[in-house]
Nanobody, 118 residues
Framework: QVQLVESGGGLVQAGGSLRLSCAAS?????????MGWYRQAPGKQREFVAT???????NYADSVKGRFTISRDNAKNTVYLQMNSLKPEDAAVYYC???????????WGQGTQVTVSS
């Protein structure tokens, strides 16, 4: 079992920045897992934001490329999402995801709210 706890959400003005964190526990193979961030705005489906593999290969949604950066600290079992130049359309609940290397199972955090005022 894997537990994921997100933090760092909040209210920010358009053009501002936030850094989300996701601390993982329960999986001793954190460094092997692909970690990701997804988001869900009210009335919309959950959508992909970014992923980072065990080899630090990253992938981003077109809507956030050049503004968001995903990174990981394997020593701390933590993945981050640095969000710059935030737009009102970035407002959503942001969820951390872990895709386990050995089983392929997916785990989700409880989400953290990001609100962007215009």
């Amino acid at each position: 079992q894997v537990q994921l706890v997100e933090s760092g959400g909040g209210l920010v003005q358009a053009g501002g920045s936030l850094r989300l964190s996701c601390a993982a526990s329960g999986s001793i193979f954190f460094s092997k897992n692909t970690m990701g961030w997804y988001r869900q705005a009210p009335g919309k489906q959950r959508e992909f934001v970014a992923t980072i593999t065990q080899g630090d290969s990253t992938n981003y949604a077109d809507s956030v490329k050049g503004r968001f950066t995903i990174s990981r600290d394997n020593a701390k079992n933590t993945v981050y999402l640095q969000m710059n130049s935030l737009k009102p359309e970035d407002a959503a609940v942001y969820y951390c995801n872990a895709n386990l290397y050995y089983t392929g199972r997916n785990f989700w955090g409880q989400g953290t709210q990001v609100t962007v005022s215009s």
